[in-house]
Nanobody, 124 residues
Framework: QVQLTESGGGLVQVGDSLRLSCDAP????????MGWFRQAPGKEREFVAA???????KYGEFVKGRFTISRDVERYIVYLQMNRLQFEDTGVYCC??????????????????WGEGTQVTVSS
């Protein structure tokens, strides 16, 4: 069964940066929108960013220019560069594949394949 595998999480301080990676060895990697979501303890899963096959991107409102999503189609990897991390960015970050080939969806229900996530902890 195809899996998505996230890496790059860790414990950092406020203001630091992290780059998350999602290994997505999918035959359809080039065709489908890929997204990042996060979930903090006691909160619902939240949309972070997505990128489609035309490299169009969309971000959650809280990002405010701090994060950048990108994809390496040759290596089947989706990245999330996170800068100026804040305490509120703490959570488990998961990557996911959308069921759709067009658009840049932010709804959880549109994504049908998920990784297990990588923990990001920002200390104040």
């Amino acid at each position: 069964q195809v899996q998505l595998t996230e890496s790059g999480g860790g414990l950092v301080q406020v203001g630091d940066s992290l780059r998350l990676s999602c290994d997505a060895p999918l035959r359809t990697f080039r065709s489908y929108t890929m997204g990042w979501f996060r979930q903090a303890p006691g909160k619902e899963r939240e949309f972070v960013a997505a990128i489609n096959r035309n490299a169009e991107t969309k971000y959650g409102e809280f990002v405010k220019g701090r994060f950048t999503i990108s994809r390496d189609v040759e290596r089947y990897i989706v990245y999330l560069q996170m800068n100026r991390l804040q305490f509120e960015d703490t959570g488990v970050y998961c990557c996911a594949r959308s069921r759709l080939q067009s658009g840049v969806a932010a709804k959880v229900g549109v994504y049908d394949l998920w990784g297990e996530g990588t923990q990001v902890t920002v200390s104040s």
